[in-house]
């Protein structure tokens, strides 16, 4: 079973920035797509970013010109850098892989557990 495992998260002051890391424990035989999440409490989760398989990326109206989703096939991980942040930005942040682990599969979700961000002075 694949497993998703995000790192970088932690306390910033309003303006500063974090990378968020999405490390995957297997190869994928296949992926169609990768995504940055995020929740606040009390708040529906958000699509914040997406990549492609052919790196064609798109982010939430929110985070444009602030937050640039990448990826490194040969470290299997998938990043978010994150700039100028604001406290709104607090929340939650969980990374989605939807592929295929094996040529015979179908495609699925894999899901990490998150990582906390909080922007506050």
């Known amino acids: 079973q694949v497993q998703l495992v995000e790192s970088g998260g932690g306390l910033v002051q309003p303006g500063g920035s974090l990378r968020l890391s999405c490390a995957a424990s297997?190869?994928?035989?296949?992926?169609?797509?990768m995504y940055w999440y995020r929740q606040a409490p009390g708040e529906q989760r958000e699509l914040v970013a997406q990549?492609?398989?052919?790196?064609?990326?798109n982010y939430a109206d929110s985070v444009k010109g602030r937050f640039t989703i990448s990826r490194d096939n040969a470290a299997n991980t998938v990043y978010l850098q994150m700039n100028s942040l604001k406290p709104g930005d607090t929340a939650r942040y969980s990374c989605?892989?939807?592929?295929?682990?094996?040529?015979?599969?179908?495609?699925?979700?894999?899901w990490g557990q998150g990582t906390q961000v909080t922007v506050s002075s």
């Open positions: 989605r892989w939807r592929g295929r682990v094996r040529s015979f599969h179908n495609s699925n979700d894999y």
């Open positions: 297997a190869r994928f035989f296949a992926i169609d797509a």
């Open positions: 990549i492609s398989t052919v790196g064609i990326t």
